[in-house]
């Protein structure tokens, strides 16, 4: 006789590397199904293993909703670290619902001897600290943020991020940067003093030292995202020893039920002992 034990139903709230490795796991894995869910901020997402979802829950309400609905027997948030709002709402509706939840919560980069970093706490104060020594500015943060650096007229800065912005979002500028591959539109109504690639990483030290040394830049501002690949640019900025303005973390959600986990293999683990 054949006794089939009912998979557990997972949802991986997606957005990180780390996510779309454990849904290959769970999608092979004979214990677990899951669903992906992503946020769907960019035109063309890259697609996690097996089903997903895109687009918010509607809050906390919404995602507490969405658990008892579709009978999530516990939730991996594998968000960014810098998505605090969808973090702090998973680890609230998951306590809500009595549903086990883990973060995954990348260890930050840590300061290595020979960087020179201005701790910030957020991008205004990165905005705020900025002279005319650090232009061109080189900024790696994506593109939803960068309304903070529009009143530094005084700066040239480089953004990268990793497709045009949307109609509501800052538009692009021409650039002509042939290391990577990049796709370029001009843009009309975006300072004069921002130019615009758009690339998605990893990106290697090779390609990172020809940007930052072909555009002169003299300053980086990034969050401290952590993780192998985004984490060139800091060699190449310790190499030539230019300042980084590095965004701190935010706090971790502080749910009495939040666990926090670093890899999709704990992940793995926790689920199985869950
Ligand atoms: P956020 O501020 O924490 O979330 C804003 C809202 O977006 C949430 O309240 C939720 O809407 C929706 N949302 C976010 N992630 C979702 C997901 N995985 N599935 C369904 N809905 C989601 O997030 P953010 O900073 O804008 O980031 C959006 C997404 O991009 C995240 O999934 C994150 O992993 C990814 N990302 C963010 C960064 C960054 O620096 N912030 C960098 C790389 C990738 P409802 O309230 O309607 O549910």
Redesign the pocket.
């Known amino acids: 006789m054949i006794i089939r034990t009912m998979k557990k139903q997972i949802l991986i709230?997606?957005?990180?590397n780390e996510?779309f490795i454990l849904a290959e796991k769970l999608h092979a894995h004979q214990d677990f199904s899951c669903i992906?869910?992503?946020?769907?901020?960019t035109s063309i997402p890259r697609k996690p293993a097996g089903p997903f979802?895109?687009?918010?829950?509607?809050?906390?309400e919404?995602?507490a909703t969405y658990i008892k609905e579709q009978k999530i027997d516990a939730i991996i948030d594998?968000?960014?670290?810098?998505?605090?709002?969808?973090?702090?709402?998973a680890a609230i509706a998951a306590s809500m619902t009595n549903c086990p939840i883990a973060h995954i919560w990348r260890a930050p980069w840590q300061k290595q001897p020979g960087d020179i970093w201005i701790e910030c706490s957020d991008m205004q104060q990165a905005a705020n600290l900025l002279t005319e020594k650090h232009s061109p500015c080189f900024l790696t943060?994506?593109r939803?943020?960068l309304s903070a650096f529009q009143n530094r007229k005084d700066i040239s800065f480089l953004t990268r991020a990793i497709e045009p912005a949307n109609k509501s979002d800052p538009h692009n500028k021409n650039t002509n940067t042939d290391n990577i591959n990049i796709n370029q539109e001009p843009s009309e109504d975006w300072p004069d003093n921002f130019s615009f690639i758009y690339a998605k990483g990893p990106f290697t030290y090779e390609d990172e030292y020809k940007l930052i040394t072909d555009r002169n830049i003299k300053a980086i501002v990034t969050?401290n995202?952590g993780g192998e690949k985004a984490s060139a640019k800091l060699d190449v900025a310790r190499a030539l020893q230019l300042p980084v303005f590095i965004i701190n973390r935010p706090e971790k959600p502080d749910e009495p039920n939040s666990h926090f986990i670093e890899t999709a293999n704990e992940a793995l683990d926790w689920l199985q002992n869950q």
């Open positions: 709230l997606g957005g990180s996510g992906s869910s992503l946020a769907g901020r979802r895109t687009g918010g829950f509607g809050g906390i919404g995602l594998a968000t960014h670290p810098f998505a605090r709002v969808i973090s702090k709402n943060i994506g939803l943020e969050k995202s």
